[in-house]
């Protein structure tokens, strides 16, 4: 339904009706409706397929790093890697390297960003989920001012594009940035959906895990890297898109609870929703488009505040 709507949506509304008749006209080689393959097949499919992939590994990987480090705070973005990922892209884009080099750097960098975090983290032996998250807000102050500093140096018209870059692209997506993104969005998602269990074993206790015979370090570390692998190169295609895997997992918890069965997929299909719903919006709701990293946060502040409230009266505290 989600991804129906969102196809369809825009300042060239097409009809659901018509969506079969147009992969029968690709297929034969007609073109009938030309204009309508343009939109839908060049434009609307290659976003909505990106939206989708966003959304799905944001809501995956939050879930699991939250259940993984034991804090209903934690999303991806706190281990670094959205600061570097925008360091990455923000030189790709100062020193005009292309839309392919930028995606490059933005993934390479994502991924350093997440590395220093593990090994800033494990300097006493230990790899903790207070010092991973210490580590990461460390690494993120680290790679924001290099980020400023970019930006000042930069021309004025490569700023522009930085910034619009950092508040998510969607509009510019194409299927190369699908064909590029996707194969290690889902060997991540895949990964940690065969971990579930483990996952749910560590979100437990590091006392319960080990009981229980889990290498406690070993799959924390294991978890982050598939996370890390997945959310870095779905930023890269696509900017630094929030909220989305900060708010999936509480949304996911109080629809299923935490029956790992049933938690990761969920999560999965929820975030994918939650960001082509947000997309639909931010293209469709004013006469210009609005970035899709603006929208997500109107959204996900007030629903978060509400699910830090409901959760403060269910455990107490606040009245």
Not at 54 to 59: E, K, N, S, Y
Not at 93 to 115: D, K, P
Not at 228 to 249: E, F, M
Not at 311 to 319: A, D, K, Q
């Amino acid at each position: 339904m989600a991804l129906t709507l969102h196809i369809c949506v825009g300042k060239y509304p097409l009809s659901p009706t018509i969506i079969p008749a147009l992969f029968i006209e690709k297929l034969s080689g007609t073109s009938e409706h030309a204009l309508e393959q343009l939109v839908f097949f060049d434009i609307r499919l290659p976003r909505a397929v990106m939206a989708a992939l966003f959304g799905a590994t944001m809501g995956v990987t939050g879930t699991a790093l939250q259940s993984t480090l034991k804090n209903p705070l934690v999303s991806p973005y706190i281990l670094g890697m959205s600061s570097g990922a925008a360091v990455g892209a923000a030189l790709s884009l100062a020193l005009n390297f292309g839309v392919l080099s930028t995606e490059v750097l933005a993934f390479a960098f994502a991924l350093l960003a997440v590395f220093l975090t593990l090994i800033i983290s494990s300097v006493r032996g230990s790899l903790s989920p207070v010092s991973i998250v210490l580590a990461g807000v460390v690494v993120s102050a680290l790679f924001q001012g290099v980020l400023t500093i970019i930006q000042i140096m930069a021309q004025p018209e490569n700023v522009s594009a930085i910034i619009g870059w950092i508040a998510g692209r969607l509009n510019t997506v194409h299927w190369n940035h699908v064909l590029l993104s996707t194969p290690p969005a889902l060997i991540g998602i895949l990964g940690i959906t065969l971990l579930r269990w483990r996952i749910f074993v560590l979100s437990m206790g590091d006392e319960e895990a080990k009981a229980l015979g889990i290498n406690v370090r070993r799959e924390r570390v294991i978890v982050i890297l598939l996370a890390s692998l997945a959310v870095s190169s779905v930023v890269a295609a696509a900017g630094i898109i929030g909220w989305v895997c900060l708010i999936t997992p509480h949304l996911t918890r109080l629809m299923v609870g935490s029956d790992p069965k049933k938690l990761l997929p969920a999560s999965l299909s929820l975030g994918a929703a939650l960001l082509l719903m947000a997309d639909t919006l931010a293209k469709s709701v004013w006469r210009y488009e609005i970035p899709i990293g603006v929208v997500t946060t109107l959204i996900g502040v007030p629903l978060f505040l509400y699910l830090l409230r409901r959760s403060i009266h269910v455990y107490g505290g606040w009245t």
